[in-house]
C-alpha cells in the first residue's frame, strides 16, 4: 500500500541535494573497506523477497561502483561535502576497530555539529561508517520502470509472524518528504528506545546543539560552606581519565586552588539537586538499565568501570558522587564534613565549574548508545528550557510541544519519558519517519545531529553486531526492545543512490531475536533494492 506523501513543508525543491548529503557517506574515502559487505547484500535478502529480478541484486550488490557526480553542498557546521562531520571521515574505514562505546578520544578533530569547538581533548562524536556513495546534485539516479514495488518486496517480510499481532511500516524518500510505502502509518505503537529520536529532536530544538551542562562549585563565605551544585549532568566523571567529559576531579582541583586563595582549607560540604524537580525513580522502579534522574551524578552513578548497558547503579547518586568530590578536595589539602543535602543561596558565589561537551555530542551519544540517562536528563533540560515542570510529566509534555512547534504529525503521540523506557509511550511510524526528514532538512541544521548520532549497520553503538553479512555501513538506525515490542527507525541509502527514512513497529512479538532479524531483513531488502 503505498500511502499520500508527506505534507508539502518537506519539499525540497532546489535543495535536495543539501537533505541527501545530511546522511549519504562518500564513494571514495570507503570502497576498499565497504566493498565485500555491500556485495553480500543481494545474498542476505535474497531468501525473503519475492518477485525481484537477478539485475536487481547485482544493482543492490554493485552500488559501491557507482560514479555519481554532483556538486557538493556544505552546510552549517563542521561538515564536509558529503554532508558528513568533518570529525567522522576517518572512522570505521578500519572494520577491526570498535566504535560508539565511549566515543574515543580523537585528538586529531574534534568538530562538534552546530558549532565550532574543537578543544583538545574533547570527545570523539559517535562514529559512522566509512563512506559509501558520493552526494547526488540535482540529478538522481531512478530505478527502473519494471522494478518491483516496495510493498512487493517489504509485504512478505513484515508480514512475518515473527511481528507479533501489530505492525506497522513507513518509507519515505529524505530528499522530498514523500512517502513511498506505508501500512498502518497513523496508528500509534510503543516505541520503546525509537523515542530517543523524539527527545533528540525536541531537545535540539529547544537549547541548540552547542548548549552545554555546566556543574559548579558554590561557596558562602559567612558560613563557609560549600556547595557542589549539580548542572544535570550525567556525563559528568569521576575517572582519572575524563576523555574529554567534564571532569569532577578538575572541579575539585580548581576549586581548592579557589579556596586557597581565600585562605580556607576547611568547609562545611553540601550539594545541590533543587536543578530538577518531582521524584527521581522512573515507573519502571529500580533497574538497572537507568539510574535515578537527579540533577547531580557522576559517570551514570554506575557501580563499575563501564560506560553504557544495565549495571548495578548506586543508591543516592547526588551523595555518592559528593563524596567522591570530597575526596579529590582533600587530595589538594581541603578537608571537608561528611555531605549532605542543601541549596545554594544567592549569596553563593561560583569557586568554579565544568561544562559538558555540546549537546549535539550528547545527543550523539545517546543515540549510539541508546543511553537511557542521557534521555531522561535531556528530557528534563528540554522542560526547563521550555518552562515546564522539570519532571517526568513536565518533560513529556515538553517534547509533545516542542515537536508539534515544529509541524511534525503528533496526533495520537504520547510522551511519558525520554528514554522510551515508558510502556506508556505511543508513537506512529509516520511521526517517526517525520522526525527523521525534519532532521536533515537543510532548513534544520540544529537537528543534524539526530542523524550522525544513529548506529552505523556493523560498525557503531547498538548496529556494531548486527548487518556484518548485510547491509553493513548503509542502514543507520536507532533500535527499540522492550517485552513483546520491536522497532527499528533510521536511514538507508537504496541502490538506485536515493536515500531513505524508514520506520518499522512491531508489537505482541514473542521471540526478541526473530522479530529483530525480521526488522533487519526489512531494511537489508531497502538497501539492496531499487524500488519504484
Not at 556525563?235 to 580548581?254: F, K, M, N, P, V
Not at 550539594?271 to 522512573?282: E, Q
Not at 515542570?389 to 513529556?396: I, K, N, T, W
Amino acid at each position: 500500500m503505498v500511502v499520500p506523501e508527506l505534507r508539502p513543508w518537506r519539499a525540497a525543491g532546489p535543495r535536495v541535494a543539501r537533505i541527501a548529503d545530511a546522511v549519504r557517506p562518500r564513494l571514495s574515502r570507503v570502497a576498499t573497506a565497504a566493498r565485500p559487505r555491500v556485495t553480500r547484500l543481494a545474498q542476505a535478502v535474497k531468501p525473503q523477497v519475492t518477485g525481484v529480478n537477478t539485475w536487481q541484486y547485482t544493482t543492490g550488490a554493485t552500488v559501491v561502483g557507482l560514479a555519481l557526480t554532483a556538486g557538493a553542498v556544505t552546510v552549517a557546521g563542521p561538515w564536509d561535502s558529503s554532508g558528513q562531520r568533518t570529525a567522522e571521515r576517518a572512522r570505521a574505514i578500519a572494520a577491526e576497530r570498535p566504535g560508539g562505546a565511549d566515543h574515543e578520544r580523537n585528538s586529531a578533530t574534534s568538530g562538534t555539529s552546530g558549532g565550532s569547538d574543537s578543544a583538545a581533548g574533547a570527545p570523539r562524536p559517535a562514529p559512522s561508517a566509512a563512506s559509501v556513495l558520493t552526494g547526488l546534485g540535482a540529478e538522481t539516479v531512478r530505478s527502473a520502470p519494471n522494478g518491483p514495488t516496495l510493498a512487493e518486496v517489504l509485504g512478505p517480510l513484515l508480514g512475518d509472524a515473527a511481528l507479533g499481532a501489530r505492525r506497522a511500516a513507513s518509507v519515505v524518500d529524505l530528499t522530498t518528504g514523500k512517502q513511498l510505502h506505508g501500512s498502518a502509518t497513523g496508528e500509534t505503537f510503543t516505541p520503546a528506545s525509537t523515542t530517543k529520536l523524539a527527545t533528540a529532536v525536541a531537545a535540539l530544538a529547544a537549547l541548540g546543539p552547542d548548549h552545554r551542562l555546566t556543574t559548579r562549585a558554590a561557596f558562602e563565605p559567612d558560613t563557609r560552606e560549600l556547595v557542589l551544585v549539580g548542572g544535570g549532568d550525567p556525563t559528568l566523571t569521576a575517572r582519572e581519565d575524563a576523555d574529554g567529559w567534564a571532569s569532577l576531579r578538575t572541579l575539585a582541583a580548581d576549586t581548592a586552588a579557589a579556596l586557597e586563595k581565600r585562605d580556607v582549607r576547611e568547609v562545611t560540604l553540601s550539594y545541590d539537586t533543587t536543578l530538577y524537580a518531582g521524584g527521581d525513580l522512573h515507573s519502571i522502579g529500580v533497574n538497572g538499565n537507568l539510574a535515578r534522574v537527579t540533577a547531580l551524578m557522576a559517570d551514570e552513578a554506575r557501580t563499575d568501570d563501564s560506560t553504557r548497558g544495565p549495571v548495578l547503579r548506586a543508591e543516592d547518586p547526588a551523595a555518592e558522587a559528593t563524596r567522591a568530590f570530597a575526596g579529590f578536595l582533600e587530595d589538594h589539602g581541603i578537608k571537608t564534613t561528611a555531605p549532605g543535602p542543601s541549596k545554594a543561596t544567592t549569596r553563593a558565589g561560583a569557586l568554579a565549574s565544568v561544562s559538558s561537551p555540546p549537546l549535539s555530542t550528547l545527543v550523539e551519544r545517546m543515540l549510539t548508545n541508546s543511553d537511557n540517562d542521557l534521555a531522561e536528563h535531556l528530557a528534563r533540560h528540554t522542560a526547563l528550557a521550555s518552562g515546564e515542570r522539570p519532571d517526568f510529566d513536565g518533560a513529556g509534555r515538553a517534547i509533545h510541544a516542542r515537536l508539534k512547534k515544529l509541524g511534525l504529525p503528533v496526533e495520537g503521540a504520547v510522551v511519558k519519558d525520554g528514554s522510551g523506557l515508558s510502556r506508556d509511550n505511543r508513537l506512529s511510524a509516520h511521526l517517526l519517519t517525520a522526525l527523521l526528514v525534519t532532521a536533515a532538512d537543510p532548513g534544520h541544521p540544529e537537528l543534524r545531529a539526530t542523524l550522525t548520532g544513529l548506529p552505523v549497520a556493523g560498525f557503531t553503538g547498538t548496529l556494531s553486531g548486527r548487518y556484518t553479512d548485510g547491509a553493513a555501513g548503509v542502514v543507520r538506525a536507532k533500535t527499540g526492545t522492550l517485552t513483546g515490542v520491536n522497532t527499528l527507525a533510521g536511514t538507508v541509502v537504496a541502490a538506485d543512490g536515493r536515500v531513505l527514512a524508514f520506520a518499522f513497529l512491531a508489537e505482541g512479538t514473542t521471540d526478541p531475536t526473530a522479530a529483530q532479524a525480521v526488522l533487519d531483513r526489512a531494511a537489508t531488502a531497502l538497501a539492496a533494492c531499487g524500488c519504484r
